[in-house]
Every structure is written in structure tokens, then in C-alpha cells.
């Protein structure tokens, strides 16, 4: 049995009514509209993860809840949150709410993710007409469950926080306190819980008066017209590029090192089948479900499949409903990329997402070899750790970014989110100013990136020392091997990580020195105080021969130490005079032509 | 004796003076001298006929800083930082710019990592020493920096925002190695949280530092070659000058500068015609800059971003910019939709109208086609009609449209963009822009601004007599200003006033210093205070005024609070009293008031303004339109639309149904149907 989901927005072939001049003009009013939003919860929200981090998505959506507009915030929750509009759509008549009625949820298993992710959901009227909706979705701090931030790598749900089934928690403008108070005695950080929720409403309301004001302006009837218009427009767009990927069938793998329950890796298959303007993503094949916190719930593995597309098929289109149209994805009914309740589902907007993306890029590099950039370290590498010390416990977060893959024209970005999300990093004097840690480092690593003729970005290393007592989950992954290249192009290191103290330092995830590997993924890592969490982020997978990299680049990355001596000889055949200041030409020859042998697989 | 204004920008260097004794005014306008910019600047003074010893003052504005930091045209720049935080400038905040784009790269970091150095030391977010300054390390960079040519280094410590004592220590040791060497530190430069904007602040400082030297060393040479003995004063960021001597030491104040010219003309309009909130924009060849002036102040922002991800930590004009001129290019994208711009047909080749090779349409060969513009540009030069037509022409069979509605249909799209960029200056601080009186600068803007206006439900556009040179007119109507700020961390529920005031009376004396060196006697000299707050627990701090007059007392903090919550729900549109205000540091601007242009318009010469009629297409019709020169019509006259103004330097489109009138300062107020 396979579960089909296809996303047709019944708008397609839809007749261009409104002019092309106020066509324009709306487009961008409805980006502006959702831009707002974003820019409103930053600045006034209250916990780390969304002010700090940003790790909150924004969008708005039409009259029949599809996708209308987006803010450029984290592309695994935009392209999830129609599941959970429809979510709620299903519980609560739409017809029937109100000006100032505010929906929320975060069930996994009924159009939401992960349960840190809550959904906000707004009806936008005008004059007793409703004209769109504001959707608002943000990472919230800690949710409660057995772990900080739910990161309790359980075996169950019920260990990962509060599950809020689709719920109105504004009626016409009045809080329901009743939900309030069940929050606020859920999570470990209720002292964020109301002025969070402030901002969600300025951003649900900053884009209602957007709207009102355009629907005042050019009435209502054209308004809608555009909206329908306008999703039609980016599915023509969509489709002109999927026509431009040769038709075929295309297959790729990769892999979660592990549930966090098993050392067992789990494997995401993807057949993509390309014929003419349709696209279909096919996981038959991918791991059953498993015991650990990386199934991935419908919304989430659909997410991933949405923004993977989205970057070779019309990576400049509005973005809309229209983009998902043509694709359709079909996934086994016990498959870990579709989850059922009460499977754990924490890690699977970092992990899960970040591997489905990866394997939908690998499978596209055998259809357009010469337009695929090659994977990024594809996870986020998110902790959340507590610190206490005598004055109580504190919670903080971050997200350890690895770099890009390298594309046909340049090499990755270093040190950049994942394409999962667009958050941003903690920065250390923030952190340290509300809890007990030092920042001791977060750099560039020296060679993190996959070598290639446009070689990967570079990940990072990062260090935190607990001045208390330290309890740190994390979700990771890419700690057995690398980010893959392609083309011909080599995978970047394996992740790792340590606890440093001040005698010895030992690998708690990833391999260790004697080869052996060590299961990270737990809620609970513990530090002494004094001790450090090092964790080394991996680059970006290579693409192209690195033989055939411009040595003067490769002099270039050594000078500025991106890459090592050794490296630039070892997987470049780069050699440099004995000051290594400048090439040397003949030598870095006949190195070259001494891996050229060497290398199992000649370029592609 | 002259009060001259200079603005060089991207493709005109413009002049505005006024004679302190006879009230005479000039402009001027000449090509901006790409290679040596001060050379234009001497240029345009000579053409105006003002002799350099006549000169009293000389105000400044140039885009070298902004240049020179786009282009990363600088010589190279080292950086000196706390071990583990080698890449905070390359890593910036981790995000990038295009949500689903495969191939893009970030900006390229001001300072280059082998130039980018670490030393072992640390301080605690409560400015205790958690490892002291590893003085050997410092001595070895110290030596290894001075064994390059490298002269310019930006010393960023981790928490040195709240004490700069180990950077000034570094700084001491790179000094003593290199006393001929420019070293910024970057706590004492600006004591702002989080790392990466004060970072890249104090990198951008260093990294001009030896630019700005050599540029204002040349300009002054030459000024003083020519017998100047006046005082030369610079434009800065936040919209008001210092001294050219202030300027070398502080060129991370120079960036964007530029239009703040344009926004001190604004606020002068503010005074002069008694509209009380005014909303500025600017039309260039390649972009549109807008700002607003509420009740005639303009606003000041901390989050300005010189490229993806490189924040400047400087109070600057809030000033929004899209881009959208002029020289916009029109285009059909992959779905069939019109497009115009971001991407400009730039100076070179420009539009298709100046013959100089362009082929793709442009906005102003649009507005050539419609009759809004003249072929021959008053005389100054001849527009290839032709050209334009057969540019317009290709996007119009791409979009099965007519030639002239294509045309209009670009400049209205034009106008939109520009409609968007005022609606996020405007909207983002929670205001209506409804209630504002839009003023048009630059030589594009009187040609868009009814359109704009319409575009935003703006009844009323004022056309100042200067607009062409608005930026130059703007420098000379400019007071001095320096913003300071301390870090200063505290609930408002348990400040010390006392403490605070200690802190602002500090301030304020620094300040007071700047201005008496600047050459202000203290009758002139005016302090504005503010705190920059937000609620317990939140991470963005807002701007609030400090009530003037007296010192701070528990009802001022009271007083404080009200207006935090009131200034929140303005910003964010929700405030709540469930929430606690908080103090994160506080603010003086220091304003030096100087010599304004009289009110009278005596320099003012009537006479015959029309110049017959021509065809213009608006709304889908040719309609035979009245034109007028701008330069000599009288005060008091009406005006009604469709016309057409034309100016030395600018051209003002009234659209059909539209009514104007020219104020006594010559300024065309219209009010919109």
C-alpha cells in the first residue's frame, strides 16, 4: 500500500483577467504582506530561537487556503504548512470564522511536524468577506517532553511535548486562556510562552491590514482574481522547468546514520520519474519505519521533496501553491518517511528533510549532471542544552551550520543553514549574557570542505563551555561519511563530536580516533562544569574532478588556510614551493598525473 | 561670502550655493570624475563662476566610502581577534539572501582570512577577565602584521562592548610595532552587542581609513591650492555633518551618505511650507531612495545592511532604497509577466534613448515615447527617439501590447516598485502614508511622483525649486551631529536615574567636546537623548525619546515605560503591560545648528514660462499638454493638469486632473484628483 499526495490547485489553465500592470503590483504587495510578518515576529518576539535564530516560517494563503505568498524564512516549514492549514480547515468550518479567530496546531499527525513547530492560522475579512488567510509558524523554545526542547531521542511521542491538536485559541479577538494555561505548564521556558504568542498575533495582524488595504483599494473581486492568477502563473513557470529536465526515470540513496535507537543506518530511496511537465518522487524502497526520533510525519517528507524541487525547477517564481502542483510523491504506508502516531518524530525537520533532499538532489544529478550542485552537509545540526548552577537552570540553543556543496560555476558557501531552513546563528555575546557558558569558538574547519573542481563550502567547528552543570541534546547526522559529491567530485569528512575536560577529550558522536563510532543522537549528553561540547560541522560535497581545480585557486585556499598543505597535495596534486607561498608548477604535474591513476573513478 | 553644497554621485556631481550677503542662489551640474572625485568638485565650483577664496563654508557629500567598500577597492586590511572568532566577518549570520537560488555566493569578506589574526583572551559577558590578553601572542601578530604592508587593523575582542580594555591593550601593542599604522578598536568605536555587526563595523572603519585620508588630504589640497579658508564639513550617515578632520577618523559614518543630502532638504521643506510630515523620495538613474519625516525629524535606523548580511552598527537615515530609476530595465519573464527592474541599463550604456549602444527599454525611453520628456532635453542633448521605440517595441510584441502601452505600462510599474518601497519605509514603523505629503527629489523624481503619490492614495506632492540638485541644495540646509551611546543594561522597574543621568551627563560632555572642536560655540549646540529599549526577554531593541529638560526622575522612568509600550505597539502593532520594559543603552545626538538659508526669496527672477504645448500620452491618450520652465515662473501661479514643468536640472509631470500652485519659495505644491 502507497500513500499518493498530489497537490493540484484545481487553477491551472486559469485565464489572465487582471491587466498585466495590476498583476505586478499585487505580486509584490503579497510578498511585502508576508515580508512584514517575518520582519514584526523577529523583532518582537521573546524567546532565543526566534528572535535570535529565526527559525520561524511566514506565508500567506488565499480565500481556499492555498499558498499565496511566502517570507524567505525556512523552506521546510513553508512548504508544510499547507498541511496544516488544510489540518485545520478540516476541524473548523472555514466558512464559519470570524474576523480575530486564530487557529493553532502542531499535531504530527494531523498537518504539523515536528511538535516544537506550532501553526498559527488567521482568517484575513473584508467587509464580511474572507479574502485570504495569515499563517504564522514558529519554533518554540520547549514544549515540554523528556527532554529540553524535545530532543529526548525517545521511542515514543509522548516524550517529545505537548501535542495541541488544531484548536482556536483566539475567538474574535479574545484569548481562550484555557489553552494559554496549558502551555504555560507544559514547557520548561513559560516565560516566553506569552509574549511569543504577542508576536505571533502582530505578525497575523501586520498582514491582515496589508491586505484589508489592498482589498479597500482595488476591491475584492479583482483581488482574488489576481491571487487565482497569480498561482496559475508560477505553476506555467514550474512546469517550463521540469520540461527542461530530459524525461526519464532517476534514481538515488542516502542515508541517516542512525534512529538514535540502533547503530543501524536508514535509508531514503527516491525514483524520480520526469514525463513532460510532471514530475513524480517515488520512495518505494526507503527503510521501513523505525523505533527512533527520525520519522518523518507526511507534511515534513513532502516539505523536503517541495523545496528540493523548487531550487532547479523555478528557483526565482513566486512562490506559491503553483510550484507544487506538477509534482506528485508516492510513499509506502510503513516507511519512516511516513510517519503514524505515536512513532517519534523530533529530528525529522533537520535529519529526515535534510536527507530526502539530498537523495532528490543525487537522483537529479543523473538527469542534469551539468545544472546539480552537489549536496550540502544536509541536516541543521540543532542543539538545545540546559545550564544550572545555584541560581537555577537556563536553556539555550543553537544551530551549527556546515557549508554548501560546490555548484558548476563556484564553489559552495561555507558555513550557511542548510536549504532546510534560513535561520541564523546564536551569537556568543548573546548567549552569554543570559546563561552560564562561554562561547570558546565557532571558525572555520580547516579542509571540511569536499574537494572538487568547485570545491564544497566549509563546515565548522564550534566549542561551548558549561560554567554549570550541562545537559545537551542534539539531532545530527553525516557522522560515518560526508557530504557526497558529484560529477566526479569527493565527499566531504565525517561530523563529529566531543566532550573536552580539562585532562582528556573524548568523541561522543561520530568515529572515534580507533575507528570505532559513537551513536550521538541522545537528550542527554552530560558536561561538568568547566567542560567544553565540541562539535565539528561538516562542508559541502565536491563537484567536478578536484585534479582538474585551477592550482592557482588551490594556492589561494591554502594561503588563506581554508585548505591544508597536505590537502592541496593529497586531493588536489597541488604542490607548493618549500616557503608555500607560491606553485610549483612541474611537481604539481606529475602529482596530478600520479592520482589521475590513483583515482578509482575517472571524471565524469 | 558663498555657502556652497556639493553632492558627487554615481554619474553628476551637483551644486547648490546661496551668498550670505546678496541671497543669491546658483546650481551647477557637471560629470562626476570617476578616477579622482575631488577633481569634480573643483570642476562644478569653477563652472558655478564661485571663486574658492569666496567661500566661507564648503559641505560635502561623496559616495567614495560606499564605492570603495562595494568595489572592495581599499588597501588590504588585517584584523586582530579573540582566538576561536577568526571568521566571525566570513560567516557573518549564517543566512543567505536567495531562499531556493543553486548558485549564489555570499559577499566576500572586507578583510581576507590570511590577514585575519587570533590571540588568546577573554572577558565575560560581565567585562570580568575570564583569560587575560596573551601579551607574548599579541607581540608576535603585532610583529608578523608589520612585516606586510599592511597598515590598517581592526581589533575585535569578544564582549569588549562592555569594556574595550583589552582591546585597547592590542591596540597599544600594534601601535607600538606600526606608529604609523590606522588601528580601530572595535568596543570603543561602537559598544554594540553581538559580535558580528560591531565586528564588521570596526572592519569597515579600518578598511577606509586610508581611503578617506588620501581623498580628503587631496580635496583639501587642491581647495587650499585655490585660496579656500573656509570650512569644509561632511555629510554623514545619520543626516548631518562633521568636520572633514572628524571625518578621517570616523569614515564608517561616510557610508550612504549620499542621499541623506536629499532628506536634510525635506526637513527643510518641513519649515518652509509648514506641511508638518513630510515622506522623501529620490529618483536616480539606477535606484529610488525614500525616507520618512514625521512631524519634520527624520528617522534614524541601527539595522542598516551595506550587502547580504554586512551590517553597519551606525545610526543612519532610515532611508529604504529598491531598485527602480531611470535606467530600469524592462523585461518578460519566464511566466509572460512585465517586469521592470531590479537590473539597470546603469550610466553606461544607459537607456536606449541616449544612443550610446543600449538596446534594451528602459523607463525613461518609455517616457520619451509618451511625450513626457523632450527629445532634445531642453538643449542640453538629443535622445534617439528611434532607438527607444524600437527597445519599447520588442517588449511590447513579447507582451502582445501596443507600443504606447507597453510604454505606460512600464512607467507605471516603474512607479509601483517605487510605491513598495515607500509603503516598507512608511509601514514598518505601523504609519499611513495617507498622512504624508510626498516631496520628489533628484532629476527623475518630479517626472514619477504623481504617479507614486496615486499609487499610495498621497493627495498632495510638493516639487521643491531645487530638486535636480537636491542633495547639494540639502547640504547646505545641514546642522552638525554626532550620535553617542553607552551600553547601560537595566530593567526600568530597578534603574537609578541617577546612574542614568551620570551616564547621559557623559555623554553629553563628550558630545559637547566634539561639537566646540567642530567649531560650534554653545548657543548653537543642542542635545537630543533617547534609550534604546524593549521588553525583559526580548532580543531588538526600539528607539525611545528621553523627556526633555531637567534631569531624570522616577516619573521621567514612569514617563519612560508609557511611551516603550506606546512606541512597541507603533512598530509591531501589539504593546502589553504583562510584558516589563527594560533599558539596554542609552543615546545623545549632539546637533551643532548652523546657518540656515533665509526664508526670503530674493534671488528669485519671473518671468515668461510658457513654452507652448506638446502632445503627452496619458491614460491611454495623446492630450495636448501645456509646458512651462520651471526656472523663471512666478510666485503664486496656478497650475493645472495634464502639464509639463521643465527645470534646469528636472522635469515634473502633472498627470491629467491634477492642480498646482508655486509657493513663495518656488516650490510646486499639487494636489492630486
Known amino acids: ?604 | 561670502m558663498w555657502r556652497v553644497g556639493v553632492d558627487v554621485g554615481g554619474t553628476f556631481t551637483d551644486l547648490f550655493a546661496w551668498h550670505e550677503g546678496t541671497g543669491e542662489r546658483r546650481t551647477c551640474k557637471v560629470l562626476t570624475t570617476k578616477n579622482d572625485r575631488s577633481e569634480g568638485v573643483l570642476a562644478v565650483i569653477a563652472d558655478a563662476g564661485i571663486p574658492l577664496a569666496g567661500m566661507s563654508v564648503l559641505v560635502h557629500g561623496t559616495t567614495t566610502a560606499t564605492n570603495a567598500l562595494i568595489e572592495r577597492s581599499y588597501p588590504e586590511a588585517a584584523l586582530v581577534t579573540t582566538e576561536g572568532f577568526r571568521d566571525v566577518l566570513e560567516i557573518g549570520r549564517m543566512h543567505r539572501e536567495f531562499l531556493y537560488r543553486p548558485y549564489q555566493t555570499k559577499p566576500s569578506p572586507l578583510i581576507r582570512r590570511r590577514h585575519r589574526f587570533t590571540v588568546d583572551e577573554r572577558l565575560s559577558a560581565q567585562g570580568e577577565t575570564v583569560r587575560p590578553l596573551d601579551v607574548g601572542a599579541a607581540r608576535a601578530v603585532a610583529g608578523r602584521i608589520a612585516a606586510t604592508p599592511i597598515r590598517s587593523i581592526a581589533v575585535c575582542f569578544i564582549n569588549s562592548y562592555v569594556t574595550s580594555r583589552h582591546e585597547r591593550a592590542m591596540c597599544d601593542i600594534l601601535q607600538d610595532a606600526m606608529p604609523d599604522a590606522d588601528v580601530v578598536c572595535s568596543g570603543d568605536l561602537r559598544p554594540v552587542f553581538r559580535e558580528h555587526g560591531r565586528f564588521t563595523t570596526a572592519a569597515i572603519a579600518a578598511c577606509l581609513m586610508p581611503v578617506m585620508r588620501d581623498y580628503f588630504d587631496q580635496l583639501e589640497r587642491r581647495l587650499a591650492d585655490g585660496g579656500f579658508g573656509g570650512r569644509l564639513l561632511i555629510l554623514k550617515s545619520n543626516g548631518g555633518m562633521m568636520s572633514a578632520r572628524f571625518a578621517r577618523h570616523h569614515p564608517e559614518e561616510l557610508i550612504e551618505s549620499g542621499p541623506a543630502g536629499g532628506v536634510a532638504y525635506a526637513a527643510h521643506l518641513c519649515r518652509s511650507t509648514g506641511f508638518r510630515d513630510i515622506l522623501h523620495t529620490d529618483v536616480g538613474g539606477t535606484s529610488f531612495d525614500t525616507s520618512i519625516l514625521p512631524g519634520g525629524e527624520p528617522l534614524v535606523t541601527r539595522q542598516y545592511e551595506l550587502e547580504w548580511d554586512v551590517p553597519v552598527m551606525v545610526p543612519m537615515l532610515d532611508i529604504r532604497s529598491v531598485g527602480a530609476g531611470g535606467g530600469s530595465v524592462a523585461w518578460v519573464d519566464d511566466g509572460g509577466s512585465l517586469r521592470v527592474g531590479p537590473r539597470s541599463a546603469g550610466s553606461e550604456p544607459g537607456p536606449a534613448c541616449y544612443g550610446r549602444g543600449g538596446t534594451e527599454a528602459t523607463v525613461t525611453d518609455a517616457n520619451l515615447l509618451l511625450g513626457r520628456l523632450h527629445p532634445s532635453l531642453g538643449g542640453k542633448f538629443a535622445l534617439d527617439v528611434a532607438a527607444a521605440r524600437r527597445a519599447v517595441q520588442t517588449v511590447a510584441d513579447a507582451m502582445g501590447m501596443s507600443l504606447l502601452e507597453a510604454a505606460e505600462g512600464i512607467v507605471r510599474i516603474g512607479c509601483e516598485t517605487m510605491a513598495h518601497a515607500v509603503k516598507a519605509a512608511i509601514s514598518s514603523r505601523g504609519r499611513d502614508p495617507r498622512d504624508f505629503v510626498l516631496a520628489s527629489f533628484g532629476g527623475a523624481g518630479p517626472m514619477h511622483a504623481c504617479f507614486v503619490a496615486q499609487a499610495l492614495s498621497i493627495p498632495r506632492v510638493v516639487v521643491p525649486a531645487y530638486a535636480g540638485v537636491a542633495s547639494a541644495f540639502g547640504a547646505t540646509a545641514m546642522d552638525i551631529r554626532h550620535d553617542i551611546e553607552a551600553f547601560h543594561y537595566s530593567p526600568v522597574s530597578s534603574a537609578d536615574p541617577a546612574r542614568i543621568e551620570a551616564i547621559l551627563a557623559g555623554l553629553q560632555a563628550e558630545g559637547h567636546a566634539r561639537l566646540a572642536a567642530d567649531g560650534i560655540t554653545p548657543d548653537r549646540m543642542r542635545f537630543i537623548r533617547s534609550a534604546q529599549m524593549r521588553y525583559v526577554g526580548q532580543t531588538y531593541e526600539i528607539t525611545v525619546p528621553l523627556p526633555e529638560g531637567g534631569a531624570l526622575d522616577a516619573a521621567g522612568l514612569e514617563r519612560l515605560g508609557s511611551e516603550f509600550h506606546e512606541t512597541h505597539r507603533i512598530e509591531y502593532g501589539v504593546a502589553s503591560d504583562d510584558f516589563f520594559p527594560e533599558i539596554v543603552s542609552l543615546g545623545v545626538a549632539a546637533i551643532g545648528v548652523t546657518t540656515r538659508l533665509p526664508d526670503t526669496a530674493a534671488a528669485v527672477v519671473n518671468g515668461d514660462a510658457s513654452r507652448g504645448t506638446r502632445p503627452v500620452y496619458f491614460d491611454g491618450h495623446w492630450h495636448d499638454v501645456s509646458v512651462h520652465d520651471g526656472e523663471v515662473m512666478g510666485v503664486g501661479t496656478d497650475l493645472s493638469g495634464p502639464a509639463i514643468i521643465e527645470y534646469a536640472h528636472a522635469i515634473a509631470v502633472m498627470p491629467p486632473g491634477a492642480t498646482g500652485r508655486i509657493d513663495r519659495d518656488r516650490n510646486l505644491i499639487v494636489t492630486l484628483a
Open chain 1, 1 to 604: 500500500m502507497s500513500q499518493i499526495i498530489t497537490a493540484e490547485t484545481g487553477l491551472s489553465g486559469t485565464p489572465d483577467q487582471v491587466d498585466p500592470v495590476t498583476f505586478e503590483v499585487l505580486r509584490s504587495l503579497f510578498d511585502y504582506a508576508a515580508a512584514r510578518m517575518s520582519s514584526i515576529l523577529q523583532r518582537s518576539s521573546f524567546s532565543q530561537i526566534l528572535a535570535d535564530n529565526v527559525d520561524f516560517s511566514n506565508a500567506i494563503y488565499d480565500a481556499e487556503l492555498r499558498l499565496l505568498a511566502q517570507a524567505a524564512n525556512c523552506p521546510v516549514h513553508l512548504a508544510a504548512m499547507h498541511f496544516s492549514a488544510k489540518a485545520l480547515a478540516a476541524k473548523f468550518d472555514i466558512e464559519r470564522l470570524e474576523e480575530g479567530d486564530i487557529l493553532v496546531v502542531n499535531d504530527p499527525y494531523n498537518g504539523g511536524t515536528h511538535i516544537n513547530d506550532l501553526t498559527f492560522m488567521m482568517p484575513i475579512m473584508h467587509k464580511g468577506r474572507r479574502i485570504a488567510f495569515a499563517v504564522s509558524r514558529g519554533h518554540w523554545m520547549d514544549l515540554g517532553g523528556g527532554a529540553a526542547g524535545g530532543l529526548a531521542g525517545s521511542n515514543h511521542v509522548a516524550a517529545e511535548g505537548l501535542r495541541v491538536p488544531p484548536l482556536k485559541i483566539f475567538r474574535a479577538g479574545k484569548p481562550n486562556e484555557d489553552v494559554f494555561d496549558i502551555l504555560l505548564a507544559n514547557s520548561r521556558t513559560p516565560q516566553f510562552i506569552r509574549g511569543d504568542l504577542q508576536a505571533h498575533l502582530g505578525a497575523l495582524r501586520g498582514a491582515e491590514r496589508e491586505m484589508q488595504r489592498a482589498a479597500e483599494r482595488y476591491g475584492t473581486d479583482l483581488l482574488l482574481a489576481a491571487m487565482r492568477q497569480l498561482i496559475a502563473y508560477t505553476e506555467r513557470i514550474s512546469r517550463k522547468g521540469i520540461e527542461a529536465i530530459p524525461d526519464g526515470v532517476y534514481e538515488a540513496e542516502d542515508w541517516a546514520d542512525t534512529d538514535g535507537q540502533t547503530d543501524d543506518p536508514v535509508k531514503v530511496k527516491v525514483t524520480i520519474k520526469v514525463e513532460g511537465s510532471d514530475i513524480t518522487v517515488d520512495f518505494e524502497g526507503s527503510d521501513r519505519a523505525v523505533v527512533g526520533a527520525i520519522n518523518s510525519p507526511v507534511a515534513n517528507t513532502a516539505a523536503a521533496v517541495y523545496y528540493a524541487l523548487q531550487f532547479f525547477v523555478g528557483p526565482d517564481a513566486p512562490a506559491n501553491a503553483g510550484m507544487f502542483a506538477p509534482i506528485r510523491i508516492v510513499l509506502p504506508d510503513d516507511c519512516w518517511l511516513n510517519a503514524k502516531w505515536p512513532m517519534p518524530v523530533v529530528n525529522c525537520t533537520c535529519i529526515t528533510a535534510g536527507k530526502v533532499a539530498a537523495a532528490v538532489w543525487q537522483a537529479l544529478a543523473k538527469a542534469i549532471p551539468g545544472q546539480i550542485i552537489a549536496p550540502t552537509f544536509a541536516d541543521a545540526n540543532w542543539f538545545m542544552a540546559t545550564v544550572t548552577t545555584n541560581s537555577g537552570t537556563t536553556l539555550f540553543t543553537d544551530i551549527l551550520s556546515g557549508g554548501w556543496g560546490g555548484t558548476p560555476f563556484h564553489d559552495g558557501m561555507s558555513v550557511t543553514m542548510d536549504p532546510l531552513g534560513n535561520c541564523l546563528n546564536t551569537p556568543a555575546e548573546s548567549a552569554e549574557l543570559m546563561h552560564r557558558i562561554v562561547y570558546e569558538r565557532f571558525d572555520l574547519l580547516q579542509d571540511s570542505g569536499g574537494a572538487g573542481r568547485n570545491r564544497g563550502g566549509l563546515g565548522s567547528a564550534f566549542e561551548v563551555r558549561f560554567l554549570g552543570h550541562g545537559t545537551l541534546g542534539i539531532e545530527t547526522s553525516r557522522t560515518r561519511s560526508g557530504s557526497p559529491g558529484v560529477n566526479g567530485g569527493d565527499t566531504s569528512p565525517a561530523q563529529r563530536m566531543l566532550r573536552i575536560g580539562p585532562k582528556k577529550s573524548q568523541v561522543i558522536g561520530g568515529l572515534a580516533a580507533d575507528g570505532s563510532w559513537k551513536n550521538p543522537i541522545s537528550g542527554t549528553h552530560a558536561f561538568a562544569p568547566g567542560e567544553v561540547f565540541r562539535f565539528e560541522a561538516t562542508g559541502g560535497g565536491g563537484w567536478g574532478n578536484p585534479l582538474e581545480r585551477d592550482p592557482a585557486a588551490v594556492l589561494d585556499d591554502v594561503l588563506d588556510e581554508y585548505v591544508s598543505r597536505e590537502a592541496a597535495n593529497s586531493q588536489y596534486g597541488v604542490v607548493l614551493s618549500a616557503d608555500g607561498l607560491r606553485l610549483d608548477p612541474q611537481a604539481t604535474a606529475a602529482r596530478r598525473a600520479e592520482l589521475s591513476r590513483e583515482r578509482r573513478n575517472p571524471h565524469a
